[in-house]
C-alpha cells in the first residue's frame, strides 16, 4: 500500500501486478476528519510499477481537484440564495 496527501485528502494506492507482467493501481481517498471513502479501480494496463503509480495519482489528484470545484460551485450556488 501506498500513501500520500493531496488537499488534506488521503490517498491509498494498491498496486496490482497482471498475468502477463503489466501493473495495475486502484486507489482510495479517504477524507477527515468524517473518514468518507472513495474507491477507484484503475482499468489502465501499465509496462511498470512506476507508470501504473503516477498514473493513478494523477487520477487522484483530477478527482479531487474536480469534487473540489462542485464543492465550491455548490456553495456560491447557496451563498446567492
Known amino acids: 500500500m501506498i500513501q500520500a ?3 488534506g485528502i488521503e ?3 494498491e498496486m496490482h501486478q497482471q ?3 503489466h501493473w495495475k493501481c486502484d486507489y482510495t481517498l479517504i ?3 468524517e ?3 472513495t474507491i477507484e479501480h484503475v ?3 501499465f509496462p511498470t510499477f512506476d507508470l501504473a ?3 493513478a495519482l494523477e487520477e487522484a489528484h483530477a478527482a479531487i481537484d474536480k469534487d473540489e470545484s462542485i464543492q465550491q460551485s455548490i456553495q456560491s ?3 446567492l440564495h
Do not use: Q, W
Open 5 to 7: 496527501i493531496y488537499k
Open 11 to 13: 490517498i491509498e494506492m
Open 19 to 21: 498475468a502477463h507482467g
Open 31 to 33: 477524507k477527515h476528519p
Open 35 to 37: 473518514r468518507s471513502v
Open 43 to 45: 482499468a489502465k494496463e
Open 53 to 55: 503509480r503516477e498514473h
Open 77 to 79: 450556488t447557496a451563498s
